[in-house]
C-alpha cells in the first residue's frame, strides 16, 4: 500500500425527510445569504425546491435563485453565476439536484473570489479561495457531493474539462434517497453505471498489498450489481435506493482508491464523448469502460481475472487466466445492457468516423496518459474502435 492522505470534511445527512433541514445545516455552516442553484426543472417538478426554500426561510435565511443547469453543465451559466453573486453579496451556494448541478455551484464557488477566467482552475490553476458549498442531492451517479472535483464543458469549442481542489469539497450534503424514486429508468441506470465506473477506475491498478481498498471496493460492485437491477423493475423500492446512494458517495469520496495508483483513462476517454454528443456521462461509459478492459486486459491479467472472479462469479481458469478475465468483461457488458445501458456507438449515437476529432481533442499529442496502463493517442484511437463496434 502507497502512502496516502485522506480528507472528507463533508458533513452527510442520510435518510427520508431530510432535505426540511436544509435551513438548519446552512446556518449551522455559516451561510446566510444563498445562492439556490439547481437545474431544467425535475426539482421544481417534485416540489422538493419549495420545501428547501421553507426550510431556509424558516432560519430567516435569504436567497437567490438560479436555475437551468443542464446535463454537462456548461461555462455559460457559470458566469452568469458568479455576477449573480457578486452583486447580491453570496455567501454560501446550495446546490440542489445531481452531479451537473453541484459542479456547476462549485465552480461559481470558486469564480467569485477570483480576478481572474474561472476556466483557469479547468486548466490545472489552484484556486486560492471558494464560497463554501453545500448540496441537496437528487441522483445517485457523479459522487459530486462526497468530492472535491467539478467537471464544465466550455461552450466554446466543446471542450469538456475537470477542476480538483479540497477547498469545493461540500460542507454539507442531504441525502434523502426518496428524492431519487423520480428518476427515469435510463438515469436511474446511467447513475449506476458511473458509480461503478468510479470504482473500477481505481479497482486496476498496480499497486499489491492493497487487500482493504480491493475489498471496499468489491463490496460496492457487489451492492449496484445486486440493487440496480431491483430499482430498475421497482422505481419506488426506498430500500434498494438508499443503497445505491450510499454506495454513490463511497465510490468517489476515494476511501475506496486510498494507497494505491488508480488510472482514469475510461473517464478521460468518455468525457469526450458526452462533450461532442452532450450524451449522458453514465451511458458513456457504459460503452468505453468495457472497451478499455479489453485493450489493457492482457497488461496485468490476474488483476483482471480476480475481478472477473470476485465480482462477476466466474470460475478461475488458472492454466489461462485471460479466458477468466475476457469473461468478466463479457458479463459486465451483460449486465449493462440488462439495465437498458447502450454497448456501441450506434447504441450511444456516436459516430465512428468522429474517432481522429475525439482523439485529437482528447489532446495528449505525443505523450501517454493513465495508471494501470499508459496510453498513447493511437491506443485511445484503437479503444474508441473497440467501442464503436462492441457487440454481445
Ligand atoms: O435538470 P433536471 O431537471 O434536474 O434533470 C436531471 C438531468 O436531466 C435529472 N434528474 C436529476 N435528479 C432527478 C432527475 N430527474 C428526476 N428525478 C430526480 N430526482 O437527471 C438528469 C441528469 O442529471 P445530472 O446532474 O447531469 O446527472 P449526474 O449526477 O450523473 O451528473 C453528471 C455530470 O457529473 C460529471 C459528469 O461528467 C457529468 O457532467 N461528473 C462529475 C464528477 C465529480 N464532480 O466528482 C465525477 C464524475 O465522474 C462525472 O464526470
Ligand atoms: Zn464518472
Partial sequence: MDNFQFYSPTEFVFGKGTENEAGRYVKKHGGSNVLLHFGEGSAVKSGLLDRVKSSLEEQGI?????????????DTLVYEGIELCRSKGIDFILAVGGGSVIDSAKAIAMGVPYDGDFWDFYCGKSPEAALPVATVLTIAAAGSEGSGDSVITKEEGGLKRGAGSDLIRPRFSIMDPELTCTLPAYQTACGATDIMAHVFERYFTNTTEVEITDRLCEAVLLTMIKETPR??????????????????????????????????????IEHELSALYDCAHGAGLAVIMPAWMEFVCSHNVLRMAQAAVRVWGCE??????????????????RFLRSIGMPINFAELGAKEEDIPALVEKFGIGDGRTGGFVELSAEDIAKIYHIAANAQI
Avoid at 435569504?62 to 456548461?74: A, D, W
Avoid at 476511501?255 to 482514469?264: A, P
Avoid at 478461475?316 to 457488458?333: K, S
Fill in 231 to 268: 430499482v430498475i423493475a421497482d422505481p419506488g423500492n426506498y430500500q434498494a435506493r438508499a443503497n445505491i446512494m450510499w454506495a454513490g458517495t463511497v465510490a468517489h469520496t476515494n476511501i475506496v482508491g486510498v494507497g494505491r495508483e488508480q488510472d482514469w483513462n475510461s473517464h478521460g
Fill in 316 to 333: 478461475m481458469d488458472f492454466e489461462r487466466p485471460e479466458n477468466t478475465a475476457r469473461e468478466g468483461i463479457a458479463r459486465f457488458r
Fill in 62 to 74: 435569504t436567497y437567490t435563485e438560479l436555475g437551468g443547469v443542464k446535463p454537462n453543465p456548461r
